[in-house]
């Protein structure tokens, strides 16, 4: 993308006003999206996203200026203005950079880029119609096909100078369902970091928009859901936003090294249920949140955040590991060059227990099993968060009951994985965004069915 | 290469390739940011951004694509792209480009300049400062944060219209962490204008007051009970709710306001209003993102659905008149709608009488969680809420940790009274949302 030597002249550039570490990150992106809706093709966004960034640390002291200019006299003055904003100094490192080969854990065979609209539109149809002719209750559907064509570079003061390709591919579809005039939403939102392979091989269209339209039939029928607090049973895959928002942000050095995380000064402590193993994994192969580096250039890792209960690392990027004196873990992302990078989850889930999902229901008199979950958030300070519940059923003497709408959960986090109490052993992984103060990046959350013994639920 | 000769060279290229109606739309920003840690300055960014977005109408059809690269390759292929996009569309809507020739209103507005870097160190640091001053409770992870921005918009297209803006604000924001040793609460609160000029004190007040007041807080009782929301609180839920007006959004079976313009869809004294010149907004856009002439208008008035907001698309789908809402999320994003700054019109009572008429209730600061726990959609809403108790007609002790659960389209109806007080907490930006207190019942509450 950009030629070393032009990578050594920007890095002398950025150091010569004193810092003891630069880095230069350029980044080409093609994002591509088709999208459909009253089972039409609608509209396309198609964008490249092209430009650089240099970042310089002094101390615990860190500086960032971005571009669109990729030249090299854009990157020079890019480089120019971030050393003058560090301060007046003269240069204190040399600069030699080595170009380092970190290969591709995730293969991918079909490039998505490379591939015309109507392959894509294709898989896309296939799910948008399974979905519009699930019912004569589905009232509307939307359907996305999503493509990215991620490639970025890194050079560091350190000598590192490697690059990586990410490619992902992701159908959405959102179906909306009437019942007695009122609408309700389901949807499913499958995503691998493959190529087009991934529609073929591991995701099925057409289940995909089975799945969206038979969530927002079964919605439309439910009523309300009773609020209170009561035991709750939330079931795998996307459920594990459950660990991503109650634990996960806060287990971020972005929080721990300021202090503002309720896990902060807590290593080697038990802040969990014994049941509880979590795990943050960049190296599972085509997972939709895997890296081969991350965006500092730190190959990826798999990090066990907490075994049987016990906080055993948070996730660390390289400045905030500078104020907590701990390496990088492999956590650095950024949505973008624009953004300045930070400890961010990757593949984040709950391991596999041993209790089966007959002893969770049947330990239930009265309480809501959360099938599917919605997105969520938290404030790390304090753990409060709170999520939302887009497929919930009445749990009643044991047997899973009626469907019921509008629940969200909410508690704080150092309770809640105390009250994780009972793991099953069905674990899965599934898709989201997540948006934090470095951007949109994709994560996987992922769990076994587990058991939370007492938290609010919001309904009505 | 810049701007300008890239537009050459996509005009050149569009005419290379027999494309006879287009539009190419620019966008670019100027920031700079400092922001403290521990009465240090921990971290600097500078960034130049932008990017075109060149939409066609070929065979009928309108296809988009956008680049940040501005290069002769780029040029090419950003029509080919996008010509190539329009031919995989299936949508029959009739689709348009801004007439040029249109007369614009002129909101003179205070456009300050990009702020030297030592006034945003100064200013950062003398915020970080007086955070800790403010009050011995505040804790590490305070923040005091100045931003400088500059923007610009411009639109050319093969109609004649030929259109350009600029705009710039200073920010300050104020992120206080309190710690009482037992527990940790968070608030901030932000300034916008010129930094020569701001009052940085009252904003940095204001945060950390919020936050002490959240500190040693309860959890609410569960039940039904008059809520009040503050205007943090009712904006948030016009902004994750204000998609129902979405004149395309209607038509697609998205919004359950179909059919109802000029009925009634709130409580009488329910008035609200998009305008694109609101007196605290640092972004008065004379022009939409078609090149329409922006007007304030009533969305609802009196409790009665005044219009829906469109484009020239949705306003042509519906045999209306574009509103001037035609919006873009960032430059590459397709052409939609959206308001500019809405916010619901003041009533005639005081906060400290809204209280009094509320009687026994909860009074809610802040919510949580809105891109999950509320569907734009169905208008159901179950949220992470924070607030106090009112008892007796007054504010009495913290509450947090509780969801407020409702419908939007029923709220609308279940408005007793709004304050006289219309306050925008927010970013004060293009689209921006404000409020007045508001009372509201029958809501539910889920706490223990």
């Not at chain 1, 350029?26 to 966004?45: F, G, P, R, W, Y």
């Not at chain 1, 994780?420 to 992922?446: E, F, H, K, R, Y």
Request: proline share 4%; aromatic share 6%; with cysteine.
């Amino acid at each position: 993308m950009i030629a070393k030597d032009i990578c050594e002249r920007v890095l002398r550039e950025a150091v010569s006003t004193g810092a003891d570490y630069a880095e230069l990150f350029a980044e080409h992106t093609v994002q591509h999206s088709i999208n459909m809706l009253d089972k039409k093709v609608d509209s396309i966004n198609d964008a490249v996203i092209a430009g650089a960034s240099v970042r310089l640390y002094k101390g615990l002291r860190s500086v960032m200026a971005s571009t669109v200019d990729t030249s090299e006299q854009g990157l020079l003055r890019c480089a120019r203005k971030a050393a003058d904003a560090l301060g007046e100094g003269t240069a204190e490192i040399t600069i030699t950079l080595r170009e380092r080969l970190y290969g591709d854990i995730h293969p991918i065979r079909i490039v998505p880029s490379t591939a015309p609209n109507s392959e894509k539109l294709v898989f896309l149809k296939d799910a948008y119609f399974a979905a519009q002719e699930y019912s004569d209750a589905i009232r509307q559907v939307t359907g996305t096909f999503l493509d990215v064509d991620h490639q970025i570079l890194i050079a560091t003061s350190e000598g590192l100078y490697a690059q990586d390709r990410q490619i992902r591919s992701r159908i959405s579809i959102q179906a909306v369902a009437e019942h007695n005039g009122e609408t309700q939403t389901g949807s499913c939102n499958p995503g691998r970091r493959m190529g087009l392979e991934a529609f073929t091989d591991v995701i099925s269209p057409k289940d995909t928009g089975i799945e969206a339209a038979r969530q927002a039939v079964t919605m439309s029928k439910a009523g309300y859901c009773p609020a209170g607090v009561m035991p709750v049973a939330i079931g795998n895959a996307f459920g594990g936003v459950i660990f991503h928002e109650a634990c996960g942000h806060s287990l971020e050095a972005s929080s721990v090294a300021y202090g503002t995380s309720e896990f902060a000064g807590k290593l080697g402590q038990q802040i969990a249920n014994p049941k509880v193993t979590a795990i943050d994994d960049g190296t599972i192969p085509n997972a939709w949140g895997s890296i081969n580096i991350d965006d500092e250039g730190t190959p990826a890792r798999k990090n066990v955040l907490i075994e049987k209960g016990v906080l055993k690392t948070y996730m660390i990027d390289k400045f905030n590991g500078r104020r907590m004196g701990l390496p990088s873990t492999g956590n650095s992302r950024r949505q973008s060059y624009a953004y300045t990078p930070t400890s961010r989850m990757t593949n984040t889930y709950i391991a596999a227990g041993t209790d089966t999902e007959e002893d969770i229901f049947s330990s239930m008199e009265f309480g809501l099993y959360a099938k599917a979950m919605g997105g969520g958030s938290v404030n790390p300070a304090t753990g409060e968060f709170n999520f939302a519940v887009n497929e919930g059923y009445l749990v009643r003497n044991g047997k899973v009951c009626e469907p019921v709408r509008g629940a969200s959960l909410v508690g704080k986090g150092s309770d809640v994985i105390r009250n994780i109490d009972m793991v099953s052993s069905n674990l899965s992984l599934a898709q989201g965004m997540c948006g934090s103060s470095s951007g949109s990046i994709p994560t996987s959350v992922g769990e076994p069915l587990i058991r939370v013994s007492s938290i609010t639920v919001g309904g009505r | 290469m810049d701007y300008n000769s890239f537009k050459s060279a996509v005009a050149a290229a569009a005419k290379a390739q027999g494309i006879a109606d287009y539009e190419l739309y620019y966008e670019s920003s100027e920031d700079c940011s400092i922001s403290t840690f521990r009465h240090e300055i921990n971290q600097f960014s500078s960034s130049l951004d932008g990017g075109v977005c060149f939409r066609c109408i070929v065979e009928g059809k309108m296809g988009y694509a956008s680049t940040e690269e501005l290069s002769e390759s780029q040029a090419a292929s950003l029509v080919s792209r996008a010509a190539d996009n329009a031919r995989t569309l299936e949508s029959e809507d009739k689709v348009f480009l801004g007439q040029g020739g249109q007369t614009y209103e002129s909101h003179p507005h205070t456009c300050p300049e990009m702020a030297p870097t030592d006034l945003i160190r100064k200013m950062a640091l003398k915020g970080d400062e007086l955070l800790y001053a403010a009050d011995p409770m505040v804790a590490d992870g305070s923040e005091a944060q100045v931003v400088s921005q500059k923007m610009s918009v411009a639109i050319m297209n093969s109609n004649g219209l030929d259109l350009s803006y600029e705009s710039g604000a200073h920010l300050f924001i104020a992120s206080s962490v309190l710690s009482n040793g037992t527990e940790m609460a968070t608030d901030f609160s932000l300034a916008a204008g010129d930094l020569n000029t701001m009052d940085i004190g009252a904003t940095v007040t204001k945060s950390v007051t919020k936050a002490k007041a959240k500190l040693g807080a309860d959890v609410a009782p569960t039940g039904a009970y008059p809520v009040v929301f503050a205007p943090e609180a009712m904006g948030s839920l016009l902004s994750t709710f204000s998609g129902i007006f979405n004149a395309e959004r209607v038509r697609r079976g998205l919004s359950r306001m179909g059919g109802k313009e000029g009925q009634v869809v709130a409580s009488p004294i329910v008035t609200l209003v998009d305008d694109p010149f609101y007196k605290d907004s640092i972004m008065p856009l004379p022009f939409d993102a078609e090149g329409t002439p922006t007007y304030q208008k009533n969305v609802i008035e009196n409790g009665v659905l005044n219009t829906l907001l469109y484009d020239l698309k949705a306003a042509a789908a519906m045999g209306k008149q574009t509103t001037g809402n035609a919006a873009k999320r960032n430059y590459s994003a397709p052409v939609g709608i959206m308001p500019f700054t809405m916010y619901l019109a003041p009533g005639d009572l005081t906060e400290e009488e809204l209280l009094q008429k509320a009687g026994n209730g909860v009074y809610i600061t802040s919510l949580g969680g809105l891109h999950a726990g509320a569907n734009p959609i169905s208008g159901d809403f179950s949220l992470q809420s924070s607030g106090f108790m009112i008892e007796d007609g007054v504010k009495t002790k913290a509450v947090k940790s509780f969801t407020v659960a409702g419908n939007f389209y029923t709220l609308l109806t279940q408005i007793t009274a709004l304050s006289n007080e219309v306050k925008m907490p927010g970013f004060p930006g293009k689209t921006a949302f404000a409020s007045p207190a508001v009372l509201v019942e029958g809501l539910t509450i889920a706490g223990k």
